[in-house]
């Protein structure tokens, strides 16, 4: 059980050094978790440079090519609280391996598609396996490691796999549809999902949920799931996401968008409202109420959603404003993904010395700096350096930001509850992913000067990111020249 406290950490409380180092099951343990959450990010863009290859092949039009993305992005949004509470009430192990096989069942339909309703089918059920992989995954590493060093260097190294999941899928996509077709980026998913699941039944720990344990010897009564609130707020993500991703190719003048976006915004007042009345929520509201969760998945939110509309932007800058062709426009973001690892590898050091919320206000206010940098690109090819180190250097901000969020989120929460506080942290990421591209990237897609509506993007991206350091600092209480306070364990 973890307590708060107010007095600044001192030696003699800290985790041994020690602690940091993993055992060889531990580093089994963290492979099969991290290999599938990379797989999983590896899915967000794997896909995108073959979707013209796909679209011909199945013949899929451009307005339909949308699906593509849009039919994983629902279900995977969408189910991560449910499966998260599902996970805790029942079992994460269970749910993991049940997410894994149906992720790789999916892939391979996917890879023999033969029409686009067998192809979106298979989409569908691989973003509902990935439902239940990410936020069971996170929850069975948060309660695998325990709090301290050993935890900081866990999540360091998922979050730069998370990261350098997606960019390698941008690399990798076009490599693969150039050589071998589209398919083979389906593929690649169904062979690390069969890497990955005869490995995890014999590493990961068996234990019963607690709220199955009951006391005394006595069996514990069944735990019930919180229906309403799971139907609110299921309901009410996979309208938004569906409104913000319809949205990005289409407006937001469509009839369909706007009935969403209003059905999204009403059933999650109403998902509010059930969960102050339920007597087992789905969604904790005093946990909602502490600081750290709300302020930490607010600074989780602000730099997913505008890192990803950075690269979508730079995407289009270095192809259709540079001429760069899609394999150069991938080594770009390759070098971006090394220094994303190497951010990755330096993080847990950094939220050694400065703890994980000052980490995340120092990471938030340099990516908010280095995306401004990027104001200074124009239409001469020199321009593409600057592009290159400035995405990078602001991918090592943005990694340092995504570890020291989710730190500060699951960080004190009990293990019975590391489901839920896991399940908000993964539904920032991808909530986060989903929105950012279409609220800023129309403004560049819509725009008449291409180079203009870069730039309008960048300066209101960087404007939000700045912006956002200094509220989660007020909101952390986050001073300079002070000791973080940390989470202390009770003896």
Known sequence: ???DTDTPTTPSVREPLGTSRLSTRDKLILFVLCAAQFMVALDFSVLNVALPALGSDLGMSRSALQWAVTAFALPSGGFLLLFGRIGDLFGRRKLFLTGLALFGAASLLATLAWDPASFLTGRALQGLGAAAIVPTGMSLLTTTFPEGPARDRALGISGTLLSLGFTVGMVAGGTLTDAFGWRSTMALLALFALLVLPLAPALLPRSLP???????????ERPRLDV???????????SLIYALSTAADHGFARADVVAALAAGLVLLAAFVTVES???APLVSLPMLRRRTVAWGNFGGLVTFSMMSTVVFVLTLYLQEILHLSAFETGLVFGVQGVLSAVAGAWAPRVIGRLGARRTLVASLA??????AALLGLNAHGWSVWLATAAVSLASMCHLGAIISYGLTVTSGVPDEEQGLATGLVTSTQQV???????????LATTSHDLLAGVHTVLAIDAAVVLIAAALVAAGLKVRSGTVEPQPLRAR
């Open 210 to 220: 607690q709220s199955l344990q009951g006391t005394g010897g006595a069996p514990a």
């Open 277 to 279: 009345r339920s007597q």
């Open 1 to 3: 059980m973890a307590i």
């Open 366 to 371: 340099g990516q908010g700096a280095l995306i």
């Open 432 to 442: 986060g992913i989903t929105v950012g591209i279409p609220l800023l990237g129309v």
């Open 228 to 238: 309403p609130g799971a139907i609110t707020v299921t309901a009410g993500l996979l």
